[in-house]
């Protein structure tokens, strides 16, 4: 049988260097559920056959394009299905994820048009997770809420 784990979360928060950029965002906070084995790591956008670096990517409409006007949206959805079979492996219940991310974003995204510009909304593999059944919250949620302590968000 599978081990179990209590999170899945953005591989990036962790010092994996899978951004767009080839860089990553550490978060001390995130990384620490790692290596206390509660948490295993993934980056959706890498899943899904991404290169690092890659042209940075947003949600327009029903579709994912990165700034060179190429749609991604196949790898995207690819990447977000792979993340849900490790959920279900894992028999992971709770995600957090880098907010802003197309595929990681939770409450916020860029409007599609690559000028900064941020809407509510939410990723790729947000959405999926969400679909079923798991919980996901953004590393600033995390950080804000600070300890779980009782195991919730
Ligand atoms: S897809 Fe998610 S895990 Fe991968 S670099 Fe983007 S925010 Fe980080």
């Known amino acids: 049988m599978e081990k179990s784990y209590e999170y899945i979360v953005?591989?990036?928060?962790?010092?994996e260097n899978c951004r767009y950029d080839g860089k990553s965002t550490l978060s001390e906070r995130v990384k620490r559920l790692v290596d206390e084995g509660k948490a295993i790591t993934v980056c959706p956008e890498v899943e899904g056959g991404l290169p690092i670096p890659r042209h940075p990517c947003e949600i327009r409409g029903n579709r994912v394009v990165n700034s060179h006007n190429e749609d991604k949206t196949e790898e995207f959805i690819s990447g977000a299905e792979k993340v849900l079979e490790l959920v279900k492996k894992h028999n992971i219940k709770k995600a957090i994820l880098k907010e802003k991310s197309p595929s990681c974003g939770s409450s916020f995204i860029y409007d599609g048009t690559?000028?900064?510009?941020?809407?509510?909304?939410?990723?790729?593999?947000?959405?999926?997770?969400?679909?079923n059944g798991i919980e996901v919250i953004s590393?600033?949620?995390?950080?804000?809420?600070?300890?779980?302590?009782?195991?919730?968000?």
């Open 139 to 153: 590393d600033e949620e995390f950080d804000e809420f600070g300890e779980f302590g009782d195991g919730s968000f």
């Open 114 to 131: 690559f000028s900064r510009k941020l809407i509510k909304g939410q990723g790729i593999t947000t959405k999926l997770l969400r679909e």
């Open 10 to 15: 953005s591989a990036c928060l962790c010092g």
